[in-house]
DNA sequence: GCGATCAGCGGCACG
DNA sequence: CGTGCCGTTGATCGC
């Protein structure tokens, strides 16, 4: 395919908030929080109509060179090359800028979506059932407000037990990690320093590593196993309790 | 476009380990560790040879339902459908269905590509060119990572200061938050206690926040401001000690 | 807009 | 293989 048709392409493409997909041999170099660069190789340019510009190789998921919504798109006739130019300036200025030297296919499309997905199994629709049914945990738990005493990121559900002890629960939506643990023992000694009082931390995931769980008991936390299922519903399957507090340390 | 046309298309394209781009009109639903419906409209579908598989709507960065390298990539004619299922067991059974009502184009590349990106300025490098200028940091500081001392989680610089006292080093690339002072607590603490001495932490990065460095006072720990750039070659640009330990808490 | 956290995180390196 | 953690993380939500 010949440059100049394809700069024109891609030119009217942009105007048009159409989505354009370029395929082709190319180099890549990126300038900005980082800085990279990719010898020749085909790959796969999809420009969206929001700016966002991704450069794919043929395996992996994510695109190997980017550039998120926002990103100014310009084409440039470069001797022997298209260049075709990402550039940004919001977080901080940012350049990408792909050389094809060959075209394999220049395409444009109009894309009618008004589609939102709708996802089911978030760890907020997880911790929203768990608030309604605190009793699977431990019998005779009280739901405080969900999420309103600290404005610094706190955890997703606050309680009080059968004997009046504050609990902060973090729920995991998958595996926990040394990270999950280390967040929920930042927050009970916040909460127990806030509010003077001691303070129980439950951690509520379907698994957990071994570190992670020596480490928590360590600290004197709780973990409570708790598997679920998502169905076009997420539902609470059932939870084992594995670990009772040790009472401080 | 014809249905059965680009099946034939899409499977020659699967067969023959090619990149194949499907535009057109689709519902789409996901179950696997989550589920997810998504209603009719235009949509990009990229499968890559290596069974990576991408729907993109209009706008944003990431693919709005995909599944990563590995997946089982089929064709159906379903009705007055096209359906492109991908379908994975590793992690867990995951599948996505993809129901084209109408297309739009259906093309496949071969995708010759052998390069790597090259990359500067991970936190890696600016941890290894650190490394070896120390004292830019503090005077007197020795570094000592030789000794490897933890497997799991640790520091990205174990030193000595002029006095002998352990140091945790911990370099961020990016503005630190929250986290990035819990992970170091956390380092610092474990330390000690392996240890049994009293060790120093220090964070290093481009800015904190203030939640961040509160906390971080508020644990002993230390910040040093880190300015770098990256041009080919990452570089420390440089530094400026903001905060200096508050002698252990 | 900043900040904290989630993500079907993905990907990598190391044990 | 598990596990920790970085990422040009991106995306969302609350303030």
Chains 1, 2 share one sequence.
Do not use: W
């Amino acid at each position: 395919m010949n440059f100049s048709e394809a700069k024109k392409e891609i030119d009217s493409a942009l105007n048009q908030g159409k989505l354009c997909l370029v395929v082709g041999n190319c180099k890549v170099r990126y300038d900005g929080r980082a800085a990279s660069k990719l010898s020749e190789g085909d790959r796969l340019l999809v420009i969206k109509p929001d700016g966002t510009f991704l450069v794919h190789q043929k395996s992996k998921m994510n695109a190997i060179n980017y550039q998120g919504p926002g990103a100014d798109v310009t084409t440039d006739l470069d001797g022997d090359a298209l260049r075709v130019r990402a550039e940004r300036r919001k977080p901080m200025k940012e350049v990408i800028d792909v050389f094809f030297h060959s075209l394999q296919s220049v395409q444009s499309f109009v894309m009618s979506d008004d589609s939102n997905l709708k996802l089911f199994g978030s760890e907020r629709e997880l911790a929203d059932l768990l608030l309604d049914d605190l009793h699977v945990l431990e019998k005779g738990l009280k739901p405080l407000n969900k999420e309103a005493d600290l404005r610094k990121g706190f955890a997703d559900i606050m309680a009080r037990d059968s004997s009046g002890r504050l609990v902060a629960i973090e729920v995991k939506r998958r595996e926990a990690g040394l990270d999950a643990v280390t967040q929920l023992a930042r927050y009970v000694k916040e909460l127990s320093q806030r509010k003077d009082e001691k303070v129980r931390g439950i951690l509520c995931a379907p698994r957990i590593t071994d570190n992670a769980k020596t480490m928590l008991e360590k600290d004197g936390l709780e973990f409570i196993k708790l598997d679920y299922e998502v169905s076009d519903k997420a539902e609470i399957k059932g939870l084992e309790k594995k670990q009772k507090s040790l009472e401080g340390y």
